[in-house]
C-alpha cells in the first residue's frame, strides 16, 4: 500500500501584516499523528489553515507525497475548527447529508476512494442517533460539537486537520472521539492536532512551536521612518 | 453532478427558512411600489408612465436588501472555509447559490410583478413587457451582487456598503431593462434592442459575476 | 536600477525624496503657465464669453478622472497578479485623487452648464456617466476604510476596482444609448468643430499641468500610505513587545494577581 507522507518545510505565515508562523518543518505520515504544542498565540491554529489552504503562505513549500496529483492539500483533508458549520434550521440528518454528498472524498494514497459511514451509523457512533430529525438549532453545543465530528466520518478524507478538539466536550465524548481519532490513525490516516491539553494517541509527533521572535520581512515593518525625516533636518541643519 | 443538486436544495431550503425567506422580499417590494405614489401623487397617467420604472427599481432595491447575507452567514458559521476546502468549484458553488439565492428570493419577485402593476395603472401589454424583463434581468442584479456580497463578506455591516458598490454595476441593467420595459410593443425594435443587450448583461454577469466572487471569497478566508 | 529596485518601499521612498521638489517646482510652473496662458492669452468665445475658460480646467480634470482610474486598475492587476505592497499602496493612494478630480470635473461642468445651459446639472451622457464614476470611487474608498487588514483590503479592492473598468465601458455606452433615447438632441457636440490652436495650447499646457499635478500628488500619497504602514507595522511589533515586559513588572509589584 502506497504511503502518504506530508512534508512542511520551512513554511511561514503572515497574518494582519504580521508574522505569526515562522520556519516551520515537519513531515507527517499515514498512520501518523502529530500533535501541535505551543502556548497561546503562537500560531497552532494559523498552521492548521494554513494546510487547509484558508490562509495563504508567504513562504516555504507544503506537499503531499503519494496523494492525488491533481488535488490540493486542503483537498485531502478535512478541517474541524472552532465553528461547527451547522445551519440551525436544518435538520441534523440534513446537515450530515450535505456535506456527505457536497465533500469531494479523497483516497488514502491508495488509489481507491474507501467506503465511509452512512449519516446514520455515524450519528450512532457518537451517541446522537435521538437527534436526526431535529433542528440543529436544538442541540447542546456538546451536542454540535459531535454532529460536527460526524462529518469526518461520512467523507473519507485522509487528513484530518483538528483545532481544539476536546473543547466543549465532555470526558465521555472526549473518550469516543479519541477513539474514532485512534480509529483513523490505524486506518492509514494523518492526523494534525493543534491542542495545549495532552492527548492520547498511538504513533505520535510533537511540534512545539515557540513564538516568531524574528521580525517579519513584511515589506512595510522592516525599516523605522526616521532615515526619512533625519536627512531633511540634516539638510536643513 | 449529485453535489450541485444538494448545494441547490440546500441553499434554496435555507434562502425560504431564514428570516421569512421569499415573503419578505416581495413584502418590501410591495412597499417601494406603495410609496411612490405618496411621492409622486394619486396621478395614474403619471403614474403609468412612470410604472415600469418604479417596478424596475424596487425590484433592484429588494435583491440588493437579501443579498448581504449571501455568502455572510456560511462565513459565521464555518461553513464558508468548508465551502473552500470542499475540492469543489468555488466559482460554480458560486453560481449554485445565486441560482438558488434567485429562485428563493428573486423568482418571487417577477411572480409579484404583474399584481404590483396593477398599482401604477399599467396595461396588459406593460405588464407583459415588465414581468419579462423581469424574469429576463433580475438574475444580473443578483449576479452583480453577489460580487458585492463576496468583497463585503468580512463586514459585519457590509449591507450598506455593499449597495453602493452595487448600484453603478447595476445601472446599465437597469437601463436597458427599463428601456425595453417601456417599449410598447414586444415584437417592435424598440423593445428588441434593449432586451437582447439585456439578455447579453444576464450571460455576461453569470460569467463575471462568480469569477469575481470567488477570488473575493478566498481572499477572505484569512 | 530596475523595476524591482523600486519596488522596495525604502528605496522608493528614497527616489520620491529625490524627485518630489523638482515635480512640485514642475506642477506649479506648469501650472502657472497653462493658467496665464488660459486667462490671459486665450481668446474669449464669441457665444460663451468668458466662461469659456472653465473649460481650461473642467477637461484637463475630466481626463485625469480616467487616468486615476486607469492607474488603480494597473495597480490593482499588480497586486493581484504579482501580489507587491507597493501595487497595493498606488491603487490605495489613487482613489482619492481620482474622486477628487472628478469632482472637479463635475463641479467646474456644473459652473459651466449654468451659464450655457441655464442648468447646473443635465442628464447629458458624459455627466451622467461621471456622476456614476464618482460614486464608483467613493465606494472604493469607503471599502478601503471598512477593511483593517491592508493587505486583505488590497486584494478585495483590486477585485471590485477590475469589475468596475468592465463596468465603465459598459456604463459609458449604456448611458449614451439611454441618452440617445430620452433627449434626441444631444447638448454637448461630441465632435464639434476643430477647436483653434489659440485654445488648444493653453489646454494642452493645462493638460500637461494637471498631469503634472496628479504625478506629484500620487506620489507624495504613496509616501503618506507607506508610512501609514510603517507605523502600523511598528505599533503591532510594540503590541507583541509589550506584554512580556508588563507582566514582569506587574508580578513584580503584586504577585498572584487577579489574572
Known amino acids: 500500500m502506497n504511503q502518504l507522507k506530508l512534508v512542511c518545510q520551512g513554511v511561514a505565515c503572515d497574518r494582519g501584516g504580521r508574522r505569526v508562523l515562522n520556519h516551520v518543518d515537519f513531515e507527517v505520515g499515514s498512520s501518523e499523528a502529530l500533535i501541535v504544542q505551543g502556548p497561546n498565540g503562537v500560531g497552532k491554529s494559523s498552521l492548521l489553515r494554513v494546510i487547509a489552504g484558508l490562509v495563504a503562505k508567504a513562504h516555504g513549500s507544503l506537499e503531499l507525497e503519494g496523494g492525488m496529483a491533481e488535488r490540493s492539500v486542503a483537498e485531502h483533508s478535512h478541517y474541524f475548527g472552532h465553528l461547527d458549520a451547522l445551519k440551525p434550521l436544518q435538520t441534523v440528518l440534513e446537515n450530515l447529508s450535505f456535506w456527505r454528498n457536497f465533500f469531494e472524498p479523497a483516497d488514502f494514497g491508495d488509489g481507491k476512494v474507501r467506503e465511509s459511514m452512512s449519516e446514520m451509523e455515524a450519528l450512532e457512533t457518537l451517541g446522537i442517533e435521538h437527534t436526526a430529525s431535529l433542528p440543529a438549532g436544538y442541540l447542546s453545543a456538546g451536542q454540535r460539537r459531535r454532529l460536527s465530528v460526524a462529518r469526518l466520518l461520512v467523507v473519507p478524507r485522509p487528513i484530518w486537520l483538528l483545532d481544539e478538539p476536546t473543547s466543549a466536550l465532555d470526558k465521555a465524548s472526549e473518550e469516543v472521539l479519541l477513539g474514532l481519532i485512534a480509529d483513523h490513525i490505524n486506518a492509514g490516516g494523518v492526523v494534525i492536532a493543534a491542542t495545549h491539553l495532552p492527548l492520547n494517541l498511538p504513533n505520535t509527533k510533537f511540534l512545539n512551536l515557540s513564538p516568531v521572535t524574528t521580525e517579519s520581512e513584511h515589506m512595510f515593518a522592516g525599516e523605522d521612518l526616521d532615515d526619512y525625516f533625519d536627512e531633511d533636518e540634516q539638510d536643513e541643519g | 453532478m449529485n453535489w450541485m443538486k444538494c448545494l441547490f436544495v440546500r441553499e434554496y431550503q435555507l434562502a425560504n427558512r431564514v428570516g421569512g425567506g421569499a415573503l419578505i422580499g416581495v413584502l418590501f417590494f410591495l412597499a417601494v411600489v406603495t410609496i411612490f405614489p405618496f411621492g409622486v401623487g394619486p396621478d395614474m397617467i403619471l403614474l403609468s408612465r412612470i410604472g415600469a420604472a418604479i417596478l424596475w427599481i424596487g425590484a433592484l432595491l429588494a435583491t440588493l436588501l437579501g443579498l448581504d447575507r449571501l455568502f455572510q452567514a456560511d462565513r459565521e458559521d464555518g461553513s464558508l472555509e468548508l465551502l473552500v476546502m470542499s475540492g469543489r468549484s468555488l466559482e460554480l458553488v458560486v453560481l449554485i447559490k445565486c441560482a438558488a439565492h434567485w429562485a428563493a428570493t428573486g423568482l418571487p419577485l417577477v411572480l409579484a410583478t404583474p399584481v404590483l402593476s396593477l398599482f401604477v395603472g399599467l396595461d396588459f401589454q406593460s405588464i407583459v413587457l415588465v414581468t419579462l424583463t423581469l424574469l429576463v434581468g433580475a438574475p444580473a442584479l443578483t449576479l452583480v451582487g453577489a460580487v458585492g456580497a463576496g468583497v463585503t463578506v468580512s463586514m459585519r455591516r457590509g449591507g450598506v456598503l455593499l449597495s453602493i458598490l452595487v448600484i453603478p454595476l447595476a445601472i446599465p441593467i437597469l437601463i436597458f431593462g427599463v428601456s425595453a420595459a417601456t417599449a410598447g410593443a414586444i415584437d417592435s425594435n424598440n423593445f428588441l434592442v434593449p432586451f437582447l443587450f439585456l439578455c447579453a448583461l444576464t450571460l455576461f454577469g453569470l460569467v463575471v459575476g462568480p469569477l469575481a466572487a470567488a477570488a473575493a471569497l478566498r481572499v477572505s478566508g484569512d | ?259
Request: include cysteine.
Open chain 3, 1 to 259: 536600477m530596475t523595476l524591482y529596485d523600486l519596488a522596495n518601499p525604502t528605496r522608493f521612498l528614497k527616489l520620491v525624496k529625490v524627485l518630489l521638489p523638482w515635480l512640485i517646482v514642475a506642477t506649479v510652473a506648469a501650472l502657472a503657465v497653462g493658467l496665464y496662458f488660459a486667462f490671459f492669452v486665450a481668446p474669449e468665445d464669441y457665444q460663451q464669453g468668458q466662461t469659456v475658460r472653465i473649460m481650461f480646467v473642467h477637461v484637463p480634470a475630466a481626463q485625469l478622472a480616467l487616468m486615476c482610474y486607469a492607474m488603480m486598475a494597473l495597480s490593482s492587476i499588480g497586486s493581484l497578479v504579482w501580489k507587491h505592497p507597493l501595487a497595493d499602496v498606488s491603487a490605495k493612494a489613487s482613489a482619492p485623487i481620482g474622486a477628487a478630480f472628478t469632482f472637479l470635473a463635475l463641479f467646474s461642468g456644473a459652473i459651466w452648464g449654468k451659464p450655457m445651459w441655464g442648468t447646473f446639472w443635465v442628464w447629458d451622457a458624459r455627466l451622467t456617466s461621471f456622476l456614476v464614476l464618482f460614486i464608483m470611487y467613493l465606494g472604493i474608498i469607503a471599502l478601503w476604510k471598512a477593511i483593517e487588514d491592508p493587505i486583505k483590503a488590497a486584494k478585495v479592492n483590486a477585485i471590485i476596482t477590475l469589475v468596475g473598468v468592465i463596468n465603465v465601458v459598459i456604463i459609458k455606452f449604456s448611458v449614451e444609448w439611454w441618452n440617445t433615447l430620452h433627449q434626441p438632441p444631444s447638448i454637448i457636440r461630441s465632435g464639434g468643430p476643430a477647436i483653434h490652436s489659440s485654445i488648444l495650447i493653453p489646454l494642452g499646457l493645462m493638460a500637461l499641468a494637471f498631469v503634472l499635478l496628479f504625478v506629484t500628488l500620487h506620489l507624495m500619497s504613496m509616501r503618506n500610505e507607506i508610512m501609514r504602514r510603517r507605523i502600523r507595522a511598528m505599533r503591532m511589533r510594540a503590541a507583541s513587545v509589550a506584554p512580556a515586559a508588563s507582566s514582569n513588572t506587574v508580578t513584580k509589584a503584586a504577585p498572584a494577581g487577579a489574572r
